[in-house]
């Protein structure tokens, strides 16, 4: 399947432009939230085009994919609920929260996806909103001071096609739109102008 | 709070400043102008007056870092903006510019124009994804106002920032690595020297500088350097906006000037201990500092005063444990963190953190052996300055940290084989036997005598 072409393709040669001349390579990590956005994880087409794009070879892009944890090299759920059980909020509750996402979205513990492909689990190193601890993320944007049964309900939410509103900022309905956003190419409305 | 030093943080309460009109209309871009009418020079030389120290952790001086950038390389300058903010217990960057992004835009133009460059860039953590909009939102407006983009603010200078986002990964905070990000690459640190003010983004002169510090600078500008040395310590001088978290009654982001003890901050600030139990330990700046005690409540929060406690003042991120919680949990959730965010680059954090971390499960989960400690003692002095960056480095804090203050509960872990503080784990045989060694967790590790470790349940 080709992932850039049409229209996404104007996009990511826009992307690349957002770098100096010559140091198209720079584009990498944009590049790949937009091929995350189309296909909901990092495919081998994906790899190769990018490599295509920014005159790399495939391996290359493929050693940058498989670096960073926010790029998916697999399948992933629709929605990607993050829990962070660091020091800040392991003592204020998040294994409880880690084990209760596992459990009401089905993705069990080791595992990808949800046997539905709705979920994806993922255990996360501090996610940066120590203050208001214990956090997750859906689809990454802040849920914050949260307890097992919140996690349920924002579970339950999502299943029934509801994005629950996060704790600042707009509701991001699935991982495929918060792929998009990384990418650089969904600026925030100005009604948004207060925290 | 009281007020009277509150800097950075001073519009909080007013969300009218995140626009560019009300940032302007509470006095944005005014330090911008000031320095668009200086020389290289003297901008570098105000803020090297200032005393103005990095705030990402290694205190480093501002202006020094930016007078080390050569004028005559030939090749373009660069100012890369560390919005990378990973450290384990560390927000205060992402409420800064979530309050105040104009600020962060301001004090990155006046950097860039004290090294003479036309293109800078701001590397956040994929994990700020709505700030990272909030940040562009801001910059679409400063270009549209002509405060970014040809002939800034009417006159002949050029500046562009990008916005460039990191994918989840806690080493591209480190200076190197974050640039190897930005080009392209796997986030793995660079050997120094060169060092990036001669050789950085693009093999060019590069100032890399935390958000924090860059926000401190417009104000600089405006008030002064001898006003910015009136706040703080003679050696630290400015505020230092401070995150509590854990087991506190109102954890936070505070500004307080550098050198306010420990507890002050807590105890006025933060609200004391959660549910009033007893302070147990508390970590000056990260994860990456060593834990300091309730014996240290009157260290004053500063670079010079932490050290001389033992730690570091690292991020200003404290992370608070009371006296219910177990340290040997507490250094393994950390250890653990550094196994899992190595780059893999250096043998003895790529192999050092992860071996760490199994032995100190094994400790926390009532399995652990009398020679353990040791061998913990002896893995931390083998990883530390071992590594090309610090991460290693910040993997041992925990480790040592604990060891000095908490051995009793290490030997009380291993003696018992329970966790004296929560009481969980098998126990001892009556007759003081260690637990059976067929139910220890799968993939505990043994240590032969001689020979290699073996993992229990690994595939041979």
């Known amino acids: 399947m080709t992932v850039f ?8 040669r826009a992307i690349i432009a957002r770098y100096p001349h010559g140091r ?14 189309v296909e909901g994880w990092v495919t081998r087409d994906a790899l ?19 670096f960073y944890t926010m790029l998916r090299p697999r399948p992933t759920g ?9 020091l800040s909020c392991a003592l204020l509750g998040g294994n409880e929260l880690l084990e209760a996402a596992h459990e009401a979205s089905g993705v069990p513990i080791g595992g990808e996806v949800s046997d539905d492909g709705e979920f994806s689990v993922h255990e996360e190193e501090c996610l940066g909103v120590c203050e208001l601890a214990p956090v997750i993320q859906v689809n990454v944007a802040n849920h914050d001071r949260v307890t097992p049964e919140r996690v349920r309900e924002i579970v339950g939410s999502l299943r029934s096609g509801e994005v629950p509103q996060p704790a600042r900022g707009p509701a991001v309905e699935s991982f495929k739109a918060a792929s998009r956003i990384l990418a650089g190419l969904e600026p925030l409305a100005e009604e948004g102008a207060t925290a | 709070m009281s007020d009277s030093h509150r800097v950075l943080t001073a519009h909080w309460h007013d969300p009218s400043v995140i626009p560019l009109a009300g940032y302007e209309a509470a006095g944005g871009y005014r330090a911008l102008r000031t320095a668009l009418g200086m020389s290289a020079d003297e901008l570098i030389q105000v803020v090297k007056d200032s005393g103005l120290r990095g705030r990402g952790g290694a205190g480093f001086p501002t202006g020094m870092k930016w007078s080390f950038v050569p004028r005559d390389s030939g090749k373009p300058t660069f100012v890369t903006v560390n919005f990378d903010e990973s450290e384990p217990g560390t927000c205060n960057n992402r409420e800064l510019v979530e309050r105040e992004p104009h600020a962060l835009i301001e004090g990155s133009a006046i950097a860039a124009r004290a090294i003479d460059c036309h293109l800078a860039f701001i590397y956040v953590r994929g994990e700020y994804l709505w700030q990272g909009q909030v940040l562009q939102r801001a910059l679409d407006e400063a270009y549209a106002t002509g405060y970014l ?3 800034i603010m009417g006159g002949d200078y050029d500046l562009d920032i990008v916005l460039h986002r990191g994918a989840g ?15 392209g690459f796997r986030g793995q640190p660079r050997l120094r020297p060169p060092f990036p003010a001669v050789e950085g983004l693009y093999e060019s002169p590069t100032v890399i500088n935390n958000v924090e510090t860059l926000m401190n600078v417009p104000h600089i500008v405006n008030n002064g350097a001898d006003w910015f040395k009136s706040i703080g310590t003679e050696k630290a001088p400015g505020t230092k906006v401070f995150t509590i978290s854990g087991k506190v009654e109102r954890p936070g982001n505070y ?28 970590t000056p700046g990260g994860s990456s500092t060593p834990f300091l005690t309730a014996d240290h409540l009157d260290v004053g929060l500063d670079f010079e005063s932490v050290m001389d406690a033992g730690s570091l003042l690292g991020t200003g991120a404290i992370m608070v444990l009371d006296e219910t919680d177990c340290m040997v949990e507490a250094a393994r959730r950390l250890v653990e963190f550094y196994a899992h965010e190595s780059c893999g680059k250096c043998t003895p954090c790529r192999e050092g953190t992860w071996w760490a971390s199994r032995v100190l499960g094994r400790i926390e989960s009532g399995y652990g052996h009398e020679d353990d400690l040791p061998v913990m003692a002896d893995m931390g002095e083998n990883i530390l300055f071992r590594a090309f960056c610090a991460l290693a480095d910040g993997a041992v804090s925990p480790i040592q940290s604990t060891l000095q203050h908490f051995m009793d509960e290490y030997e009380a872990h291993i003696r018992e084989g329970r966790c004296p503080v929560t009481g969980t784990g098998p126990g001892r045989e009556a007759g003081g036997d260690r637990p059976a060694e067929d139910d220890r967790p799968a993939g505990d590790v043994t240590f032969a005598a001689t020979g290699p470790f073996e993992i229990q349940g690994a595939p041979s």
């Open chain 2, 149 to 151: 983009g040809r002939g």
């Open chain 1, 48 to 66: 190769r085009e990018i490599a295509g794009l920014i005159g790399v070879r495939t391996a290359e892009v493929e050693a940058v994919a498989t």
């Open chain 2, 255 to 282: 500004e307080l000037p550098m050198g306010t003890p420990m507890r002050e901050l807590l105890e006025e600030h933060a609200g004391g201990v959660l549910g009033g139990r007893a302070l147990k330990a508390w």
């Open chain 1, 78 to 86: 629709t929605h990607l609920i993050a829990v962070c059980t660091n």
């Open chain 1, 24 to 37: 198209q390579r720079s584009a990498v990590m944009p590049l790949l939230y937009l091929a995350q956005s």
């Open chain 1, 5 to 12: 072409e049409g229209e996404r393709l104007d996009e990511a």
């Open chain 2, 169 to 183: 990964a806690y080493i591209c905070g480190e200076e190197t690595a974050l640039l190897s990000s930005l080009e």
